[in-house]
Each structure stands twice: as C-alpha cells, then as structure tokens.
C-alpha cells in the first residue's frame, strides 16, 4: 500500500523505466512522420511545377525538383532524430540530477 501511496504522491518515478520505451517509439516514428510529411508536400510542389516540366500527372513533381525533394526530406528526418535524441537525454539528465540530489539530502 505504501509503494502505491509513494507513486500516487510522485516519491517514485516511473519514468526511468518509460523513458527508453518512449524513446523507442518515437525514433520508430519520427520516419512514418517524415513520410507523412512528404506526401503532403509533392502535391503542392507538382502544382508550382511549370506546365512544361510537368510528367503528365497533374499532382507528379517535375524531375528537377526530385533531388530537391530527397534533400530536404532526408534533411527533415536526420534534424528529428537529433532533436527526439536530445530531448531524451535532457530528460534522462533531469532524472540522474534528482537521484544525486536526493543522495546528497540524504532523503532516500
């Protein structure tokens, strides 16, 4: 009963044990968002396509713009990565902070 009275009033934190599940998560999700991303993108970039560099789908991008496309796609997924990477380690930081300070207080 004591250990559900601890969580329930945040003496006991899950997170060290959550904390890398979410992050698996996420990282596993970041490319499902970027892809996301891309496919509303090539719509809109066919559109600003000229009429001549147009493939003959209306909504199909102009070759050109296929690297262009591929960059900053790639660009895209490598910043959330870095980014969901960072985030997690500031959590994770916080956490070791508390425990140290904790020690330190001689609470635990």
């Not at 396509?49 to 147009?54: I, V």
């Not at 493939?55 to 895209?76: H, K, N, V």
């Amino acid at each position: 009963m004591q250990t559900l009275v601890d969580f329930l009033a945040f003496r006991h934190f899950i997170s060290p044990a959550v904390l890398p599940v979410c992050y698996v998560l996420g990282a596993a999700g970041i490319p499902f968002g970027v892809w996301l991303a891309v496919q509303r993108m090539v719509p809109f970039l066919g559109k600003q396509a000229a009429g001549p560099y147009r493939s003959g789908a209306e909504d199909a991008p102009a070759p050109r713009y296929r690297g262009r496309i591929l960059f900053w796609c790639t660009l895209l997924f490598v910043v959330a990565e870095i980014l969901w990477r960072i985030l997690f380690e500031y959590l994770a930081a916080f956490l070791q902070m508390r425990d140290a300070l904790l020690i330190l207080a001689n609470i635990q």
